[in-house]
């Protein structure tokens, strides 16, 4: 079969008028003129997917691609489309839909890779891997069957009671089953889903947005192609990067394929540059100057099945999505650096690791030619990205996936002089073949894979971490504040706030909110597998096994982290404090078989004076931080708060870091807006902080709630990638916002609290209320913004 590239639908003014004239017969919409629609977007670079332009357009197609992404791309963009269907490039909208979700924890075996812009280069390509049109009518079918189109109609025709809640039929939740019906059953899913059109469940479009999408989608969704916009400047950077990566030379190799494995999800970005200019690092099959062709693995540390690849950065040509917006600034002070710490130290590669799993998957096994000092380094100079790439990777997402984690924790690292894997020359290699990760066992049943990474490898490393810090310490000294690292001029932030939001989670710079339940210290042999288990090491399409096995093992990485700041503490407060993250019968026993008892033989070289140790030994963290970080928090820290703050303040920070039977009713992130007389309004993100008796277990979480301790976290501006609900309020009506939240106590209260301030899916304020917030966060940080997704906005 030939295969086609994304077809060319080049419409009169004539034929474009009749097939709106087709939906106009089918939704009486008085008063709308059909016009001629093109989406200008840039599509990667795969020469099957250039296209050319339509002939003029009656209206601006910037304004076309703004309603594609702000009404469209908000719920199909990411791997967890509906569908998978991602209209966040013309690829994607060319590729359609699939019955095939990429996210299934019942899967058995792996699932076929259908990355965007990787595992497929056309659109036959696609259909071989069961993806079906929709934008195009079936054969013989009339102008208005094309499904894009038909869910448009089945949208405007029924649309949802505006205001109230939600029919009962329509389910919302992110693990309900969808019917993606093929273009020969769209007729059974619309009588059986009267409410299943476009946009589903949320209020209608305006109308002009609503005939600027369906003209378009009548013409069969054509595209516009966008020449690159790379200046100069980024040319001349670009390749002096790849020669650098490139450089043939064995050491050089050996780093080049360092920094892949770390920054292969990471939109990359020069200094100085536009703020919508990232590149991605990829291996490609061809050499710098020539038209990239991916090489696609499964994993970054595959073998790419040649032994002449290059390293090449190809420009991101999709809508950027705040959920996959992991941005790490390159350029010649990055590349000096790099130098700095790779080349200019003394050490030898005399042959280049093998792409085995055995070896591979193991990044103590594969670089251990690379001192560990200058590995720890480069993860600490942007820490915040690597944690960033846990939280924003394809690994979390989902309940399962991330209630590995309390809902906020605070995190800390361990300082290179401190950590024996990076002081101590012979550590890692008595220690490397007991820090291998469950990706080693792709293959075999899940005990197979979990035995020797979880039971018995993690086990004996444990004790050989234990041997070797004993010698170092003979005087049972323990820690002291030193130990803890204070960052530096090469590095971003060196304290960390982690949160979770029940199915999705985020990281922030800093220590925010009041004092966590629980911390973590992490050093670099833990930090190095956290990101080989979560990110380089995990597979969005792998089998359940593989995602069991993933959990599990994140599990015992973060007891390493939780018992390491435990030891700072005094040695007699430590295994209470232990056995009060660890509650329940069940938990004492898995606590019993999988984790050495809490250490209480060394003690620390840390001088307390307060009976909470645990708070005295965070504020003082925070105190000697040299990273920049703000020490105060007024909003959520009674202690930071000072006479003079301003009304609002004081009625914000009335409700933070509050317990009572109303923060139950909040969603797990909510943002509000507070409207100004002047136009300045104000937004804040009110985060539901979650409490349980423990964390320990895969599942029945809800049996270890505890609803009635439960408080929330308020920060001043937005955060997170899915918000849950949004309120608006006037400035003047911002104390009765409060007092009406803190009255709730009751199902039917909190449905009235929402009828007053909540903006619900079906409001007539929704997408109004939703693009001010997409233009807040824009505003808020124009390098890292990206469009927010609205899959997870609930249904109070």
């Avoid at 934008?135 to 189109?149: C, M, R």
Wanted: proline share 7%.
């Amino acid at each position: 079969m030939t295969e086609q590239p994304i077809p060319r639908l080049p419409f009169s003014a004539t034929q474009l008028a009749i097939y709106t004239g087709v939906i106009l017969v089918t939704v009486t919409l008085s008063g709308l003129i059909a016009k001629r629609a093109g989406w200008i977007l840039e599509p990667p670079n795969h020469e099957a997917i250039a296209v050319s332009a339509p002939a003029s357009s009656d209206f601006d197609a910037k304004t076309l691609l703004r309603t594609v992404e702000q009404r469209c791309v908000v719920c199909h963009g990411c791997y967890d489309a509906p569908c998978q269907f991602r209209m966040t490039s013309a690829e994607g909208v060319a590729r359609g839909a699939s019955k095939q979700s990429v996210y299934n924890s019942s899967r058995l075996e792996d699932a076929p890779l259908t990355r965007l812009g990787i595992d497929a280069s056309s659109v036959d390509e696609w259909r071989n891997l069961g993806f079906f049109d929709v934008t195009t009518a079936p054969e013989n079918a009339d102008l208005a069957q094309s499904i894009l189109l038909r869910m448009l109609v089945l949208g405007k025709k029924h649309a949802l009671p505006k205001n109230a809640p939600l029919p009962k039929s329509v389910d919302l939740d992110i693990l309900r089953e969808l019917s993606c019906p093929a273009p020969d059953e769209f007729d059974r899913y619309e009588a059986k889903n009267p409410f299943g059109g476009m946009p589903y469940a949320m209020a209608p479009m305006a109308d002009e947005e609503w005939a600027r999408l369906s003209a378009w989608a009548a013409a069969g969704a054509p595209t516009l192609q966008q020449s690159p916009s790379t200046t100069d400047g980024p040319i001349v950077q670009i390749a002096e990067w790849e020669r650098f990566l490139n450089d043939s030379a064995l050491k050089e190799r050996l780093v080049a394929r360092y920094l892949y494995e770390h920054l292969f999800l990471a939109h990359l970005y020069f200094s100085g540059t536009d703020a919508k200019t990232y590149f991605k690092l990829v291996r490609s099959s061809t050499p710098p100057g020539e038209p990239i062709h991916i090489i696609a693995t499964r994993r970054p540390y595959d073998d790419p099945g040649t032994d002449k690849f290059y390293y090449r950065l190809s420009p991101v040509s999709e809508t950027i999505l705040h959920k996959t917006h992991i941005t790490y600034e390159i350029g010649p002070a990055r590349l000096a650096r790099y130098r700095e710490l790779f080349l200019q130290v003394d050490w030898k590669v005399t042959a280049l690791p093998s792409y085995e799993p055995t070896v591979a998957s193991n990044p103590f096994a594969a670089f251990a030619a690379i001192p560990a000092s200058t590995r720890y380094s480069f993860l600490l100079d942007d820490v915040e990205y690597i944690i960033r790439t846990f939280i924003r990777g394809p690994v979390c997402r989902g309940q399962v996936a991330v209630n590995v984690i309390e809902d906020r924790f605070w995190v800390m690292f361990l300082t290179p002089d401190a950590d024996l894997s990076v002081s101590d020359p012979e550590y890692l290699a008595a220690a490397t073949p007991f820090l291998g990760l469950p990706a080693e066992h792709a293959e075999g049943p899940l005990l197979d894979r979990l035995v020797p990474a979880y039971l018995d490898h993690h086990r004996q490393y444990a004790e050989l971490r234990g041997k070797r810090y004993n010698a170092a310490d003979p005087q049972n000294a323990g820690p002291s504040l030193n130990a803890i690292w204070l960052g530096d001029e090469n590095a971003s932030a060196s304290l960390l706030t982690v949160f979770r939001h029940f199915d999705n989670a985020t990281v922030v710079s800093g220590f925010v909110g009041d004092i966590p339940e629980t911390a973590w210290v992490i050093d670099f042999p833990t930090l190095e597998r956290i990101y080989y288990n979560l990110v380089a090491g995990f597979d969005v399409f792998g089998s359940v096994e593989h995602q069991i096995a993933t959990r599990v093992y994140m599990d015992l990485l973060r007891i390493e982290s939780e018992d390491l700041f435990l030891s700072f503490l005094p040695a007699d407060r430590r295994r209470d404090i232990h056995a009060d993250w660890y509650r329940g019968g069940q938990v004492k026993i898995r606590t019993l078989l999988h984790q050495k008892p809490i250490d209480i033989d060394h003690a620390t070289q840390i001088k307390f004076t307060t009976d909470d140790p645990k708070a005295e030994l965070l504020t003082k963290a925070l105190r000697r931080n040299q990273s920049g970080l703000s020490r105060m928090d007024p909003i959520n820290r009674a202690g930071d708060r000072r006479l003079g703050h301003s009304p609002e303040l004081a009625a914000i920070s009335s409700i933070a870091s509050k317990q009572g039977p109303w923060v139950r009713y909040l969603p797990d992130l909510s943002l509000l807006r507070i409207k100004t007389p002047t136009g300045a309004d104000r937004v804040y993100s009110l985060i539901h902080d979650k409490a349980h008796t423990n964390i320990a277990f895969l599942f029945a979480e809800s049996l270890r709630r505890e609803p009635e301790k439960d408080t929330i976290t308020i920060i001043e501006g937005q955060i997170g990638s899915y918000p849950n609900f949004f309120f608006v309020v006037d400035h003047g009506e911002l104390t009765r916002f409060v007092d009406g939240l803190t009255a709730v106590g009751t199902q039917e209260e909190w449905r009235s609290f929402v009828d007053t301030f909540g903006v619900r899916r079906s409001s007539t304020r929704f997408w109004e209320t939703a693009d001010f917030f997409q233009e807040a966060v824009s505003n808020q940080h124009p390098r890292k913004s990206g469009l927010l997704d609205l899959n997870r906005y609930d249904d109070p």
